[in-house]
């Protein structure tokens, strides 16, 4: 599915990244602000979805989305 859209293995990697950030960041307010909740699992659901598109990850990056 990567292929699909451009996107190289390792830009793949980097997003699923990026998106783990933001799942944390949305952690932090999700339970102080109940109108983060749809924005929050939106970045879930990417996530999932990126996780899938990535594949079998190197170790090193197992442990930053972790």
């Known amino acids: 599915m990567a292929k699909a859209l451009d996107f190289s293995d390792d830009e793949?990697?980097?997003l699923l990244v990026?998106?783990?950030h933001m799942r944390r960041t949305?952690?932090?307010a999700r339970g102080r602000d109940p109108a983060l909740e749809d924005y929050a699992a939106l970045y879930?659901?990417?996530f999932?979805?990126?996780r899938d598109?990535?594949?079998p990850l190197?170790?090193?990056v197992e442990?930053?989305?972790e």
């Open 12 to 14: 793949v990697k980097l």
């Open 18 to 20: 990026a998106v783990r």
């Open 26 to 28: 949305f952690a932090e």
């Open 44 to 46: 879930d659901r990417l």
């Open 48 to 50: 999932d979805k990126l």
């Open 53 to 55: 598109m990535a594949g």
């Open 58 to 60: 190197p170790p090193t």
């Open 63 to 65: 442990e930053l989305i």
